[in-house]
């Protein structure tokens, strides 16, 4: 079964860093391509950036918004997916979940967590 | 960037009615790569479609996708209570991925 977990949100303020976790398992963790995606609170969903698979040699890509503040890593160790974010800003308030893709005809999702930014 | 925009914001059926979503594109989305997910309050998206028009395992046969290029369309034939909620589009042809703003599905 495929399970994602996701850690590390919590209060922060402006200019602050945090990074978060997506202990994955249940499928091979370095075949298929991982996105961070957040929705803050009420809102749609926004998508943040990838790590693609080792086929594509887990290059990332992220959103404009993002680019420069945000960077997606891969823990082989503990199978986890990781998001540092530095620079933070109010508007980075969201939960943040983390999706996997298989094929591109299967995206599983993890429950998400949330990150408040705020002085 | 691929901007997705989503028509209506919000559409107001009764059960058993038939419902009509659209997500425009503003350029073609590379081999139709969209999918649409639907998202139930304090839930987490759950896929319905792929490339445009294939249903997700598990997904009733009353969802179905279409379109291609940049104007594609999620149609639910037959509104169960449980179809009531936002619905997301997303393209996952071209970085950076983007969804559209959602179509929330309300009980008329």
């Known amino acids: 079964e495929v399970q994602l977990v996701e850690s590390g949100g919590g209060l922060v303020q402006p200019g602050g860093s945090l990074r978060l976790s997506c202990a994955a398992s249940g499928f091979t963790f370095s075949d298929h391509y991982i996105d961070w995606v957040r929705q803050a609170p009420g809102k749609g969903l926004d998508w943040v950036g990838r790590?693609?698979?080792?086929?594509?040699?887990?290059?990332?890509e992220y959103a404009a918004s993002v680019r420069g503040r945000f960077t997606i890593s891969r823990d082989f160790s503990r199978s986890s997916l990781d998001l540092q974010m530095t620079n933070l800003k109010t508007e980075d308030t969201a939960v943040y979940y983390c999706?996997?893709?298989?094929?591109?005809?299967?995206?599983?999702w993890g429950q998400g967590t949330l990150v408040t930014v705020s002085s | 960037d691929i901007v997705l925009t989503q028509s209506p914001g919000t559409l107001s059926l009764s059960p058993g009615e038939r419902a009509t979503l659209s997500c425009r594109a503003s350029q073609s989305v590379p081999n139709n790569y969209l999918v649409w997910y639907q998202q139930k309050p304090g839930q987490t998206p759950r896929l319905l479609v792929y490339?445009?028009?294939s249903r997700a395992t598990g997904i009733p046969d009353r969802f179905s996708g279409s379109g291609s290029g940049t104007d594609f369309t999620l149609t639910i034939s037959r509104l169960e209570p449980e179809d009531f909620a936002v619905y997301y589009c997303q393209q996952y042809g071209s970085a950076p991925l983007t969804f559209g703003g959602g179509t929330k599905v309300e009980i008329k």
């Open positions: 999706a996997v893709w298989f094929g591109g005809r299967q995206v599983d």
């Open positions: 790590s693609k698979n080792e086929r594509n040699q887990y290059i990332t």
């Open positions: 490339g445009a028009f």
